[in-house]
């Protein structure tokens, strides 16, 4: 079905965290971002999410937002998938921000997958979909593992929620570790002996050391059996990553150090990682991240997908995401909405058992909640 954009809008939004969320970069009080929406000349209403970081990627949302309205001129009364060919072209490029190439890309995909009947997840699972060609689902998953995010000005708070993670059905669990110190690796300790033995335990450092406070975090922390360290060097320090790997007791991951394709290769060619962390929202969409994990497969890198703490409709596409990815078998790092006050979702995603569903629902398979985007915006 030849599909074309009539409309394209945006709506920002301030949605505040339940709790302040503490990681090395700083203390997180409210996330921003703009859920984007596309209508076609068929009556079908895409959604997109646009939730750039600052914090991790240095673009602003006001600049990303900036671009817009000229950018929807260009593109309103053109085919979706031509659209779609020409976001690639762009991302390929760095011609756009990440989080603009994300939002649109997921905004058509949504559309297109209504239009067929299909998720996304069938989608990207496919080939890249034609306006000729008529996609069949495969044998995909209908839920995804995920971990829980544990974080906390004080180690019984984070004790309180890693238990309760647990008390859940979470069999996975990332810490955030705010500082290379005795006292953070007591609080690993103390919630390792808090959960027991079975559950896996990750660290995520967020560029918050230097090569000597790895080597030191990692030694004494190894003892309590964690399955990877995320980022403990800055992104650009691949040499330092690349001698940390070669001694250290702990696999290590790279998470800011992703950007796009090239960084990747970057990273592989440097062999500074045994894990990459993708986040769809700051990779530029789900072809460009599908892409990354087939390549750092064949290198035998395995994919964590995981998203930058943004609302309902950008953690749904990277779900899918997920699921149309056969490559990857550690769990995600997906859960994360109950720490905002609002998802912006009629119908939240289901998780249970350390599990969400996957939306069988053609296209996103959710609806926007505009009282609650009003609410927040």
């Given at each position: 079905m030849a599909t074309t954009l009539n409309k394209l809008k945006w709506y920002p939004y301030k949605i505040p965290f339940r709790d302040a969320f503490l990681t090395a970069h700083g203390t997180l009080q409210q996330r921003t971002g703009a859920l984007v929406v596309g209508e076609t000349d068929a009556g079908i209403t895409g959604y997109?999410?646009?939730?750039?970081?600052?914090?991790?990627?240095?673009?602003?949302?006001?600049?990303?937002?900036?671009?817009?309205?000229?950018?929807?001129?260009?593109?309103?009364?053109?085919?979706?998938?031509?659209?779609?060919?020409?976001?690639?072209?762009?991302?390929?490029?760095?011609?756009?921000?990440?989080?603009?190439?994300?939002?649109?890309?997921?905004?058509?995909?949504?559309?297109i997958g209504q239009a067929r009947g299909e998720n996304i997840a069938t989608l990207l699972g496919n080939t890249y979909p034609s306006e000729q060609t008529t996609l069949t689902a495969g044998m995909l998953p209908t839920s995804i593992p995920v971990n829980a995010v544990i974080s906390g000005a004080t180690t019984a708070i984070a004790v309180e929620r890693a238990c309760a993670?647990?008390?859940?059905?979470?069999?996975?669990?990332?810490?955030?570790?705010?500082?290379?110190?005795?006292?953070?690796?007591?609080?690993?300790?103390?919630?390792?002996?808090?959960?027991?033995s079975e559950p896996r335990l990750r660290l995520d450092a967020n560029e918050g050391w230097s090569l000597k406070q790895a080597q030191f975090m990692l030694t004494r922390c190894s003892a309590y059996t964690i399955e990877y360290v995320e980022q403990p060097l800055p992104a650009d320090d691949l040499a330092g990553m690349a001698s940390l790997r070669r001694t250290s007791p702990v696999p290590l991951a790279v998470d800011e150090a992703l950007s796009n394709m090239a960084s990747a290769r970057r990273v592989l060619r440097a062999e500074a990682s045994d894990i990459f962390i993708l986040k769809p929202q700051l990779l530029g969409g789900l072809y460009a991240s599908r892409q990354i994990i087939q390549e750092a497969s064949k290198q035998g890198i395995a994919c964590v997908i995981t998203s930058t703490l943004e609302a309902g409709i950008g953690v749904t596409a990277a779900l899918h995401l997920a699921a149309a990815s056969p490559e990857i078998s550690l769990a995600c790092g997906l859960a994360t909405l109950d720490l905002l006050a609002d998802d912006l979702l009629q119908d939240g995603l289901s998780i249970s058992q350390g599990r969400i569903a996957v939306p069988a629902g053609p296209g996103l398979g959710v609806q926007l909640d505009y009282a609650a985007l009003q609410r927040y915006s």
């Open positions: 997109g999410e646009i939730a750039p970081l600052p914090e991790f990627s240095g673009t602003c949302l006001a600049d990303t937002l900036h671009l817009l309205p000229e950018l929807a001129r260009e593109l309103e009364g053109k085919s979706l998938v031509a659209i779609l060919r020409w976001l690639e072209s762009q991302n390929q490029d760095a011609q756009l921000p990440a989080p603009l190439l994300a939002g649109l890309e997921t905004a058509l995909l949504d559309a993670a647990i008390a859940a059905g979470f069999s996975c669990l990332k810490l955030k570790i705010t500082e290379a110190s005795q006292e953070m690796i007591e609080r690993v300790a103390t919630i390792r002996a808090a959960i027991g």
